[in-house]
């Protein structure tokens, strides 16, 4: 499939930034700079802004995620945020296993896979993080961790379901550290990314999948990494926070 035919996503990854009034502030400074977009336009922000989140984006292109969400219905889980009560208040999108969960908060493969299941029953659109260690590319073993991160966080995934989920390539050395991939190495894991999703199902489901790319995309690096056969849009963590310079992103992305 060619990749015109693909959604190209440009979503915001908030982090803990932002209180309930500077979210809106910021909303409103993004909304009319992407509103004639030729992609879809994301905002994933703490859950404590997501109420102001969708009242400020209501009627505007740009969609609400949250970061993060639990696999069980309801319980005895303190301080977690089940998947209905996200979609009670009209959220489209989660990001999951997103690697500071991973490395701060003890996620793991097996509950990236429950916290993707779940999203999906509920239809909620997860965008699944995945990405090397900087120690791990070294030891060239970047497509081995991809491959058992692919398999694992899609485990009992259904053809269908695919269809809603996003996949972000996020090296984790490149998060928030200036540190880009280059092009062709963002291009050469999304192009496993896509082969393995092929083994997994097929090749037609496998090119439908928008494949993100995650780590320092910004407004002067945008245009390149997003020029990449298999890159089909970003995950953008802290020009997300900047209005003028995601907004410049969600325009490369149009293109
Ligand atoms: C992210 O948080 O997903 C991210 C890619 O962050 P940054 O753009 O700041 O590297």
Known sequence: MDKAKR???????????????EAKALLEQITP????????VIACVPYVDLATAIEATAGTNVKIGAENCHWAANGAFTGEISTGMLKEIGVEYVVLGHSERRQYFGETDETVNKRTKAALAAGLKPIVCVGELLWERECDITEEVIARQIK??????????????????????????GKTATSDQAEEVCAFIRAQLAKLYNQDAADAVTIQYGGSMNDGNADELLSKTNVDGGLIGGASLVAEKFAAIVKAASK
């Open 33 to 40: 700079l992407v509103k004639d977009a030729d992609c879809e």
């Open 152 to 177: 694992l966080d899609l485990w009992d995934v259904t053809e269908e379901e695919l269809k809603n989920v996003v996949i972000a390539y996020e090296p984790v050395w490149a998060i928030g550290t």
């Open 7 to 21: 959604k190209a996503i440009i979503a915001g990854n908030w982090k803990m930034n932002k209180t309930p009034k």
